[in-house]
């Protein structure tokens, strides 16, 4: 059966997200620029107890309902520390939203500026301090999150725990039609109690702007049914090299449209293939802020994934003829059949771009 990538920059859905905020996974993956940011580096151990619910830096504001609290120090155990490292001064800022109540840490600007892009480090405080009947390493925990415009709702979705969501991983959100805030809640399904948990967050990036944006219509040549769901890795390189600056996940729709963002402005080669199609590359594209389409449509026949139709690829469709071997299922049909056969005929000596 096929692998689809179903994720966004590096994201890991366990629930699709609702709307137009593409949630990712990774440095860089939601925030091209760092317009502001908030390192909470001027808190320390003494802090602690101390409640910073309404914390402010940098014209940015994250607060919660209820506790909130910097790490401890190394001299003070259990400190609350999202790598369990004895940080001094703390670099991280716990919320406990309302004793779990399932309220939300809120995350916007000062100044009323829309947020289009938001990333930071997350952690779980009682999931990984040494706390008297919590196991160590517990790392179910997974997050909820909603974008707002106008106190409305426009998207949400969820984190893990399935795959897990890794403690230290960067989390990001991206809308390229921004949102006045950000919303995000932490839950640990095999805890005591799943409401009960503190969400910790440090390095809070935001991008002020859309910045950047590559969109446009990919066509996967002799592909039978909806290209939905169907996942490639869209490559930007540096003109005239292989080297790649930054690669991005795209996911293609029922027409297969396709958004890469936020993109670094610049000029680049852009390449993308994937699965039994050749690569197809557009060189030197200059990349301005907006939006910049490029559309692709790529060569099927390479069935045994060496970016060329050859002799190899003729061998695979005759061993697998007549089975539902997937190596040999060119147009994705349920079965090997003379229209594989007549894919590697018509495209035989073709290469795709390096």
């Not at 309404?54 to 940015?60: Q, R, S, T």
Request: charged share 15%.
């Amino acid at each position: 059966m096929r692998n689809y990538l179903l994720s966004i920059g590096l994201a890991i859905l366990s629930l699709p997200a609702i709307g137009s905020t593409h949630q990712t996974l990774g440095p860089g993956s939601a925030v091209a620029t760092i317009d502001r940011a908030a390192t909470f580096d001027l808190l320390d151990y003494l802090h602690n107890g101390t409640s910073i619910s309404d914390y402010v830096e940098n014209g940015l504001f994250v607060g919660t309902s209820g506790d909130s609290l910097s790490g401890w120090g190394p001299s003070v155990q259990p400190y609350f520390n999202p790598f369990h490292l004895p940080l001094d001064p703390a670099t991280q800022a716990f919320y406990y939203p309302d004793g779990g109540s399932l309220e939300w840490v809120t995350i916007e600007t000062t100044d009323s500026t829309k947020l289009y892009g938001v990333e930071f480090l997350y952690g779980n405080g009682w999931t990984t301090g040494d706390i008297t009947g919590v196991p160590w390493g517990n790392d179910r925990a997974y997050v909820e999150w909603q974008t707002l415009n106008g106190g409305t709702v426009v998207s949400s979705g969820q984190i893990g725990p399935n795959p897990t969501l890794q403690l230290g991983s960067i989390i990001g959100f991206y809308d390229p039609d921004g949102f006045d805030q950000l919303q995000v809640r932490c839950r640990i399904d095999n805890s005591v109690d799943p409401n009960l948990q503190a969400l910790a967050l440090d390095d809070l990036h935001v991008q002020l702007s859309a910045g950047a944006a590559v969109t446009g219509t990919l066509e996967l040549q002799d592909l039978v049914g909806t290209p939905e769901g169907i996942g490639l890795d869209l490559e930007f390189r540096t003109p005239g090299t292989t080297n790649v600056v930054c690669s991005y996940p795209i996911v293609l729709d029922a027409s297969g449209n396709y958004t890469a963002a936020p993109v670094t402005t610049g000029t680049y080669d852009i390449a993308v293939r994937g699965y039994n199609w050749l690569r197809s590359k557009t060189s030197s594209t200059t990349i301005a802020n907006g939006t910049n389409a490029i559309n692709y449509s790529l060569v099927n026949g390479d069935a045994t994934g060496d970016n060329s139709v050859d002799l190899q690829d003729l061998n695979t469709i005759f061993i697998t003829f007549n089975t539902a071997d997937w190596s040999g299922d060119l147009d994705w049909s349920g079965l090997v059949d003379l229209i594989d056969l007549n894919i590697v005929f018509i495209n035989f000596g073709m290469r795709g771009d390096d």
